[in-house]
DNA sequence: CGGTATCCTGAAAGATACTG
DNA sequence: CAGTATCTTTCAGGATACCG
């Protein structure tokens, strides 16, 4: 059975996946939220070809999860950059709880850890559970899944 | 600069992607999270095709996330399942996350929520952030990211 | 049931060069 | 600086058929 772009998947992950997906959008928006915003400096940082770099952003804004904005710094011509919307920016904990997989399996010498750090304590952070009761669930295994039709 | 297979990216979130990046490996594993574990029946819930789905089998398994072990129902023939190694299992706040990104930005009337709820209290779960101290984190603002060299 | 073997296609990615 | 235009390549993915 053949995905035609009408027939949506109605799993929100798998949609998920159908924008955030290919192969490069992760590292591009990894840069944007370290603060790497303009075309060339993405392009000399990521290292991927530049049409391709042009395609992915443009999905990116296309899809609401970045907006291209002019600047202009005093007397200089003006410059565009690309910024995260909400959107975009709730994607953070993908990230995170991607890269920490990533440190946790795949680190070695040459690896620089990024921590984060909670803002004013400056402690280390990661990824738990809550329930709505508050409870915090470090153990999977006390999830369970349940699906509700219907929205 | 082309990525050779030898020269890994440093960016252990970058590495993570060239493990469970491809388009559908985060649909297999969410499937096999939800308990489906045979080939055909992967293969019929994904639509797939079975070669590909042969192919990502094969690369989760040589990735270490998960593991193929035989099992045997009284008086049937031994057959075969797919189990996630802690490895795998350890990719479930990714997916989680992934998840809830596309439930709040990508549902719609025909997407069943699935909502995780605490086994016992019942109540729904979503994935934050706690640091180290105790505190918990809702709002990405609060988190700072710092790098490490040198491990 | 759990895959392989074969063959094919398209889309994503890459290299390079050019433009406003 | 911020892209396009072109062209080429690679390969993940798909269709179909077959096998122990």
Chains 1, 2 share one sequence.
Not at 96 to 101: A, D, G, M, S, Y
Request: hydrophobic share 35%; with cysteine.
């Amino acid at each position: 059975m053949t995905q035609h772009e009408s027939d949506q998947p109605t799993c929100t992950m798998h949609r998920a996946l159908n924008v955030v997906g290919e192969k490069w959008t992760f590292v591009v928006l990894r840069d944007v939220f370290n603060g790497i915003v303009r075309f060339d400096d993405l392009q000399e940082h990521t290292g991927i070809a530049r049409p391709v770099l042009a395609k992915r952003l443009a999905t990116l804004v296309e899809e609401g999860l970045l907006e291209q904005v002019p600047y202009r710094v005093e007397g200089q011509r003006t410059r565009s950059q690309y910024q995260l919307t909400p959107k975009g920016r709730d994607l953070y904990p993908v990230l995170i709880t991607l890269r920490q997989w990533g440190d946790r399996y795949l680190s070695d010498a040459s690896t620089p850890t990024k921590i984060n750090r909670h803002k004013g304590c400056g402690s280390p952070v990661h990824a738990v559970f809550q329930c709505e009761s508050g409870h915090i669930i470090d153990q999977m295994e006390e999830i369970e899944a349940m699906t509700i039709v219907g929205v």
